[in-house]
């Protein structure tokens, strides 16, 4: 099975694959009654034509007419428009909140297109229907592509995809039975299709009783198990996975190029509440044994999950026997996980050692690694490692957090390491992310150890640099200068703070 597995309900249909524009009637407009709508459900909110940057001009016109015209037809002759074929495809996918405008609409094009809409259009139609329960108005567009030789599984994915997201799954499943009867093959692909519109709308155990009951006519294959299992994950249902798991190794074996699945059955036992890190560990031993590995997405949750239990010692065993085998090579995403653990337990040696790695393995670090890095530096108060990497952030265009950047000034002011300070404060300030409580800091800590002429001169950079200083940090300045003999430089400084004040 491929690693990146397609999704078998998605309604984004590719025209390559649906045929060539054919002749045919238009559907009947959508009626009230008689079942078409489910009352209890809420109706999805849709995209609009008004959300949408860029769109041409006469896709824009043709949306406004069927969003707010109440004589359509006549709107949509006086607009003097063309239409193709191209062009109703890109006004009905704007036009689902809209669907009775939207068939008129489509009826009003398919007169000036000698009736040959491309299977595209009719499927866009009966998804919009669909999507906004109108059920009977669907199945009426169905019929009509039927006559004329056009329903596909892309069809029917829409129809999947609508039933179950009105939870109507006993509706899902009497369409499928239907197949046949609309020359749609029932494939183990048709029986994916299904599986994917149920199991996306949190239905998987409906999805799985189906399978279960139908395998015997319809073997299921490695996809369709890995949709039941992504289904389970994202309902947090360690049973079922459990019972689809059991069932897939049975059916199919173990495969080694079934890594999806085995990667998200892993998820599903890791999040459970309690003890789920030890039973994923057990299941995974077991999948080593049959030489079966899961994705990187379990290896980045469960060093995760070492992350909150401060387990070192799996987190290292997890990264030494998967990382960078079976395809699964190393990401910046991954590197923070271990580095965030070396940062929490302090083994600062150890996550430098990860970070030199990273470029090597072709993972680069980001804001996040340099500030997972740079906090935990300065709660450790390693003043000269602060200050180098605060200066390889800025080198490769990332910016410390503001958190990080009050902590590491504040660090050096309290060590009294002014030089550091200062050269901090430089890094910071040519990058705008010094705050105020900081520079008022720098500039009294300079003045009280004897060095009035750096406060004096960081005092005016502030200055120029429209940061507040207090009128207390410019008494303690006038008093220190006065008491030197350079009032005159206090009178030009006070007169640059009060014109930035009034400013």
């Known amino acids: 099975m491929s690693l990146h597995r397609k999704r078998h309900g998605d309604i984004e249909y590719s025209r390559s694959t649906l045929g060539k524009r054919q002749h045919h009637r238009s559907p009947s407009l959508p009626r009230r009654g008689g079942g078409s709508a489910a009352s209890d459900h809420r109706r999805p909110s849709f995209p609009s034509y008004q959300e949408v940057p860029d769109l041409p001009s006469k896709i824009w016109l043709l949306c406004k007419i069927i969003a707010s015209s109440a004589s359509l037809e006549s709107s949509l002759d006086d607009s003097g428009v063309g239409i193709s074929s191209e062009d109703v495809e890109e006004v009905l996918k704007l036009s689902y909140s809209h669907p009775a405008s939207a068939v008129k609409f489509f009826r009003w094009a ?147 190029s079934n890594i999806p699945a085995y990667d998200t059955f892993l998820n599903t036992l890791l999040f459970h509440s309690t003890g789920g890190l030890d039973e994923a560990l057990r299941w995974l031993l077991i999948m080593k044994e049959h030489n079966c590995y899961p994705g990187k997405k379990f290896v980045r949750n469960a060093i995760e999950e070492c992350i909150k239990l401060k387990d070192l010692r799996t987190a290292t065993l997890l990264w030494d026997s998967l990382v960078g085998k079976n395809g699964c090579q190393p990401d910046t995403e991954l590197y923070n996980s271990m580095i965030s653990l070396f940062c929490h337990l302090n083994q600062m040696d150890s996550a430098f050692k990860f970070l030199d790695d990273m470029v090597p393995n072709g993972a680069f670090p980001d804001s996040r690694t340099y500030n997972l890095m740079l906090q935990y530096l300065i709660k450790s108060a390693k003043l000269q490692e602060v200050f180098v990497l605060l200066k390889e952030m800025v080198k490769n265009e990332f910016l410390p957090s503001p958190a990080n950047c009050n902590s590491a000034m504040k660090m050096f002011i309290d060590f009294k390491d002014w030089d550091m300070a200062m050269k901090a404060w430089k890094i910071m300030a040519d990058n705008g992310i010094v705050e105020e409580e900081v520079a008022n800091s720098l500039v009294i800590g300079l003045r009280d150890h004897d060095r009035l002429p750096e406060a004096c001169k960081y005092a005016d950079i502030m200055i120029n640099k429209g940061i507040k200083l207090h009128s207390s940090t410019m008494s303690k300045l006038k008093i220190s200068l006065v008491q030197v003999g350079k009032g005159p430089m206090y009178d030009l400084l006070l007169s640059k703070w009060k014109m930035c004040s009034r400013g």
Not at 219 to 232: K, V
């Open 110 to 256: 398919g007169h000036r297109l000698q009736h040959r809409h491309s299977p595209y259009s009719w499927n866009l139609v009966v998804d919009l229907l669909g999507k906004n329960l109108l059920f009977d108005a669907m199945w009426d567009a169905v019929h009509s592509m039927l006559a004329e030789g056009l329903v596909s599984l892309a069809t029917f994915a829409s129809i999947f995809s609508s039933f179950a997201a009105a939870r109507r799954p006993a509706d899902a499943l009497a369409a499928f039975d239907t197949l046949p009867a609309h020359g749609v093959p029932q494939d183990v692909a048709a029986l994916n299709s299904l599986l994917s519109a149920l199991s996306r709308e949190n239905l998987t155990a409906s999805a799985y009783d189906f399978l279960h009951q139908n395998q015997h006519r319809i073997r299921p294959d490695a996809d369709s198990y890995a949709i039941l299992l992504e289904g389970f994950e994202n309902e947090r249902n360690r049973r079922g996975a459990r019972e689809v798991f059991d069932e897939m190794v049975l059916s199919i074996g173990w495969d080694t």
